[in-house]
Structures are given as structure tokens and as C-alpha cells.
């Protein structure tokens, strides 16, 4: 078959000229929005190493997932969204699952995959839309927003911009050195990068620091491009040794939270931008999309790396024109093709990470704006949820917070009635959770 020929039928099988686009845009949005986050091969693998995993099979997991993920969206629901391992559910893995409630790694993943069992039984099931729209929505903008200072100060610290004290438990660091100067400076390019739209601009950021950092002595580049790194040692590498405890279950019922809010509100926004929502302002085929991404969440899980979701960056490709799968396919193919750039991606240093950390920090903060900061009942749990997570140095207990302080100051104002069963349920939960802890 020629080329003229495969291009038909990619053209037939994605509805690319009745979706309004055509070839070329898909491909140009493909590797668009792979260049918009691939950022994440350098920052989860450095992430999830805090939690004592092997950085190189990390990194081959990274890809995996994302392939993995980004295909099964693009042949499944045929959208213009890619996946990889979430952003704040890594965070949520390597410091609360492993540092703070002491699962091994190994058990973490087990907890993963469940939270992706459970969320692919959700997407084939009605109950699916019942869940998403019975939670506050003030409560997802607060999770989202909390999850992104809870970024900002793990930047903060990767970078020694804010390190530890006994008297005040945190304060500045050497803001002299090299390694904070070429974070912030990373931030700022990133920043400005991103603003002016270009192309990768996160990844040109990291990249760039890192080249800069060289002469202080804090960076060194240690090679380019080699065959991929071994993925034995996380590969089905899954301990089920805590399933029949109360604190594994809390632990899946918080990442399956994270993700489904965090999938649905990136599927529908992403969406919006493309103008692929229906009349009524619903995504079509949100079952298939769901399924996509629940069921890259178990094979990134086998693979060795916390939940896969869908990467609100895909609205970059969107931008670039993409309105179909094949632009996931594209998309797709680029992490395949990453998978043989290792060596860099070990040679990034902590201060640089730590700028691509920070804006996106910035960038989830942003839910806060949308809170109705005139009603008290909303803003109360909303700033609880958000400034606990850092302050806890848990997206777990701030969810919970969240959900308790809720359920609390609509009954003293006298709202009861905005409370619902699901609400009600995990604010139970939750408050279970604290006492036997």
C-alpha cells in the first residue's frame, strides 16, 4: 500500500476532513502538544525517585504509559488528547502514599492499579456521570488548586529555594547560590515561553538551565541518545501486601478522586477549546474517554509508574489545529521515540525540574479564581482544601479537610440541602480515616 493510500485510510478511520482539519494539522498538533509536555520524561521519573524508585525504569514507564494511554485515546474516542503519568498524583505517591504512610513503592503501585480497576468499572457504568456531577464543583477547583501549591513547595525545596527550620519549619535558603538563581530564571523563561506560545516551551526551559548550569558546576550533561534503559525493575513489580487494610483503601479512593475530577475536567476543557462538545455542552463518547484513560492507568501501574491521566497541555495541540485521534497518534509516536533519550533525561538536575514544577504549580492555582469568593460557605472549605496540601505535605488530608469542613459549614449556615450523598459518604469516610489514624 502507498503512502497516498495509508493516508486514506487514516483519513477515513479519524474523520479528519469532517472533523474540519485536515492531515497536515493533525501531525503539526501531534508533535505540538508532545512538545508541550514532554517535560514530564524528565520531571515524574525525578519525582517518583524520592519514593526510592529506579529513575531509568521510571523513565521507560513514563514513555510506556503515555504511549500507551495516548494510542488507546486516539483509536478508542478519536480526540486530540494525550495522556501520561499525572502531574500532583506522582506528587501524592512519591510524599504521602511512600513518605508519609510508609508503603513500600511496590505497594503504592499495587494501590495504582486498583484505583485504575475501579476507575475503568466506573467508565463503563452509568454511575460514571452520577459521581462527576454530584461533587461540589467549588471542592474540584479547590483539589486542583490545592494540588498545584503543593507542587509549588515541593519546587521550592527541589530548587533550595525554601529548606528546613526548627523554629519556624521553613524558611530561605542560599538564595545566592546558582542552583535557586537558575531555577527562578528557569520559572521566568518558562513562563515568558509559554505566553508567547512557542512550541515546547516548558521542555526549552529545562533544557536550557541545564546547559547554563553547566560552567557553576551544578549541571552536566552525561549523554544524549542510547537504547532504552532496562524496565525490569518496575515492571509488574505490584505488592498487594496492604489490600486488606483501612489505609490502603483510603489511599485508592484518594487517587481514584484526583484522577476521575482531573480526567473529567480536562477532557471537557480540552474539548471546549475544540469546539467538540454537543449542543448541550456534554463531551460525546466521555464513556470511551474515561475508558482510555482508566485503562492507561493500570498499564502505567504494571509498567512502574503512578496514575496516567489525560494532560490538559493537549490544548496546545488543539491550538495548532488538531481536532481528531490521529493527532494522539502522533502524539503517541513521539514518546515511543523518546524512549531512546534517556541519557538526558538522567542528566537533568533538581534546580531545572524544579522550574517546570513551579509553573505548573502556578498554572493548577489558577482554579481559585473561579471560587464565589462572596459566599463564605464556599470559599471556607475551598481555602482549606488548597493550604492544607502543602502544609501537610499531603493532597490526601487536604481533600479530606476539604470535605469535612464542607459538610460543616453548610450545616452551621444552614445549607443542608446542598449537600449530597456522595459528599456526605467521603466526608464519613474521611473523618473515619483521621480518627483511627
Given at each position: 500500500m502507498?503512502?497516498?493510500?495509508g493516508?486514506?485510510v487514516?483519513e477515513?478511520?479519524?474523520g479528519?476532513?469532517?472533523?474540519?482539519?485536515?492531515?497536515?494539522?493533525e501531525?503539526?498538533?501531534g508533535?505540538?502538544?508532545?512538545?508541550?509536555m514532554?517535560y514530564?520524561v524528565f520531571?515524574?521519573p525525578?519525582?517518583l525517585a524520592a519514593?526510592g524508585m529506579?529513575?531509568?525504569?521510571v523513565?521507560?514507564?513514563?514513555?510506556v504509559?503515555?504511549m500507551i494511554?495516548?494510542?488507546?485515546?486516539?483509536?478508542?474516542?478519536?480526540y486530540?488528547?494525550?495522556?501520561a503519568p499525572g502531574?500532583g498524583?506522582n506528587a501524592?505517591f512519591?510524599?504521602?502514599?511512600?513518605g508519609?504512610?510508609?508503603f513500600?513503592?511496590?505497594?503504592a503501585?499495587?494501590?495504582?492499579f486498583?484505583?485504575?480497576?475501579l476507575?475503568?468499572?466506573i467508565s463503563v457504568?452509568?454511575?460514571?456521570e452520577?459521581?462527576?456531577n454530584?461533587?461540589?464543583p467549588?471542592?474540584?477547583?479547590?483539589v486542583?488548586?490545592?494540588?498545584?501549591?503543593?507542587l509549588g513547595?515541593?519546587a521550592?525545596?527541589?530548587a533550595?529555594?525554601?529548606?528546613?527550620h526548627?523554629a519556624t519549619?521553613?524558611?530561605a535558603g542560599d538564595?545566592?547560590?546558582?542552583g535557586?538563581?537558575?531555577?527562578?530564571?528557569?520559572?521566568a523563561l518558562?513562563?515568558?515561553?509559554?505566553?508567547?506560545?512557542?512550541p515546547?516551551?516548558?521542555?526549552l526551559?529545562?533544557?536550557?538551565?541545564?546547559?547554563?548550569?553547566i560552567?557553576?558546576g551544578?549541571?552536566?550533561?552525561s549523554g544524549?541518545?542510547s537504547?532504552p534503559?532496562?524496565?525490569?525493575?518496575?515492571?509488574l513489580a505490584l505488592?498487594?501486601a496492604?489490600?486488606?487494610?483501612?489505609?490502603?483503601?483510603?489511599v485508592?479512593l484518594?487517587?481514584?478522586f484526583v484522577d476521575?475530577?482531573?480526567t473529567?475536567?480536562?477532557?471537557?476543557g480540552?474539548?471546549?477549546?475544540?469546539?467538540?462538545l454537543d449542543q448541550?455542552g456534554r463531551l460525546?463518547?466521555m464513556?470511551?474517554?474515561l475508558?482510555?484513560?482508566s485503562t492507561?492507568?493500570v498499564?502505567?501501574?504494571?509498567a512502574?509508574?503512578?496514575?496516567?491521566?489525560s494532560y490538559?497541555?493537549s490544548?496546545?495541540g488543539?491550538?495548532a489545529?488538531g481536532?481528531?485521534g490521529l493527532?494522539?497518534?502522533?502524539?503517541a509516536?513521539?514518546?515511543?521515540?523518546?524512549l531512546?533519550?534517556?541519557p538526558l533525561a538522567?542528566s537533568i538536575?533538581?534546580?531545572?525540574t524544579?522550574?517546570?514544577?513551579?509553573y505548573v504549580?502556578?498554572?493548577?492555582a489558577?482554579?481559585?479564581?473561579?471560587?464565589?469568593w462572596?459566599?463564605?460557605?464556599?470559599t471556607?472549605?475551598a481555602?482549606?482544601?488548597?493550604?492544607?496540601?502543602?502544609?501537610?505535605?499531603?493532597?490526601a488530608t487536604?481533600i479530606g479537610l476539604g470535605f469535612?469542613t464542607?459538610?460543616?459549614?453548610?450545616l452551621?449556615?444552614g445549607?443542608a440541602?446542598d449537600?449530597t450523598v456522595?459528599?456526605?459518604?467521603?466526608?464519613?469516610v474521611?473523618?473515619?480515616k483521621?480518627?483511627l489514624?
Amino acid at each position: 500500500m502507498d503512502n497516498t493510500q495509508g493516508s486514506g485510510v487514516l483519513e477515513r478511520y479519524f474523520g479528519v476532513t469532517a472533523a474540519g482539519s485536515t492531515m497536515r494539522n493533525e501531525v503539526l498538533a501531534g508533535v505540538t502538544t508532545f512538545l508541550t509536555m514532554a517535560y514530564i520524561v524528565f520531571v515524574n521519573p525525578s519525582i517518583l525517585a524520592a519514593a526510592g524508585m529506579p529513575q531509568d525504569a521510571v523513565f521507560v514507564a513514563t514513555c510506556v504509559a503515555a504511549m500507551i494511554g495516548t494510542a488507546i485515546m486516539a483509536l478508542l474516542a478519536n480526540y486530540p488528547i494525550a495522556l501520561a503519568p499525572g502531574m500532583g498524583l506522582n506528587a501524592f505517591f512519591a510524599f504521602t502514599i511512600v513518605g508519609t504512610l510508609g508503603f513500600t513503592w511496590q505497594e503504592a503501585l499495587a494501590a495504582v492499579f486498583v484505583s485504575g480497576v475501579l476507575f475503568v468499572v466506573i467508565s463503563v457504568l452509568p454511575v460514571r456521570e452520577w459521581i462527576i456531577n454530584a461533587i461540589p464543583p467549588v471542592l474540584k477547583l479547590a483539589v486542583s488548586a490545592g494540588i498545584g501549591l503543593f507542587l509549588g513547595i515541593i519546587a521550592l525545596e527541589n530548587a533550595k529555594i525554601v529548606v528546613d527550620h526548627p523554629a519556624t519549619l521553613v524558611t530561605a535558603g542560599d538564595l545566592a547560590a546558582a542552583g535557586p538563581i537558575l531555577a527562578l530564571v528557569g520559572f521566568a523563561l518558562i513562563a515568558g515561553l509559554n505566553h508567547l506560545k512557542v512550541p515546547g516551551a516548558t521542555i526549552l526551559g529545562i533544557i536550557a538551565v541545564t546547559i547554563v548550569g553547566i560552567p557553576f558546576g551544578v549541571a552536566s550533561i552525561s549523554g544524549v541518545v542510547s537504547l532504552p534503559p532496562d524496565p525490569t525493575p518496575t515492571l509488574l513489580a505490584l505488592d498487594f501486601a496492604k489490600v486488606a487494610t483501612a489505609s490502603f483503601w483510603i489511599v485508592v479512593l484518594s487517587l481514584l478522586f484526583v484522577d476521575l475530577f482531573d480526567t473529567a475536567g480536562t477532557l471537557v476543557g480540552v474539548a471546549h477549546r475544540a469546539g467538540l462538545l454537543d449542543q448541550d455542552g456534554r463531551l460525546p463518547r466521555m464513556r470511551q474517554a474515561l475508558l482510555a484513560d482508566s485503562t492507561a492507568t493500570v498499564a502505567g501501574a504494571l509498567a512502574g509508574t503512578s496514575n496516567t491521566t489525560s494532560y490538559v497541555e493537549s490544548a496546545s495541540g488543539v491550538t495548532a489545529g488538531g481536532r481528531t485521534g490521529l493527532a494522539s497518534l502522533v502524539t503517541a509516536g513521539c514518546f515511543v521515540l523518546a524512549l531512546f533519550f534517556a541519557p538526558l533525561a538522567g542528566s537533568i538536575p533538581a534546580y531545572a525540574t524544579a522550574a517546570a514544577l513551579l509553573y505548573v504549580a502556578v498554572v493548577m492555582a489558577r482554579g481559585l479564581a473561579e471560587v464565589a469568593w462572596d459566599d463564605i460557605t464556599e470559599t471556607a472549605p475551598a481555602v482549606v482544601t488548597a493550604i492544607t496540601m502543602p502544609l501537610t505535605y499531603s493532597i490526601a488530608t487536604g481533600i479530606g479537610l476539604g470535605f469535612i469542613t464542607y459538610v460543616l459549614v453548610k450545616l452551621a449556615a444552614g445549607k443542608a440541602a446542598d449537600l449530597t450523598v456522595p459528599v456526605w459518604v467521603l466526608a464519613g469516610v474521611f473523618c473515619i480515616k483521621f480518627l483511627l489514624a
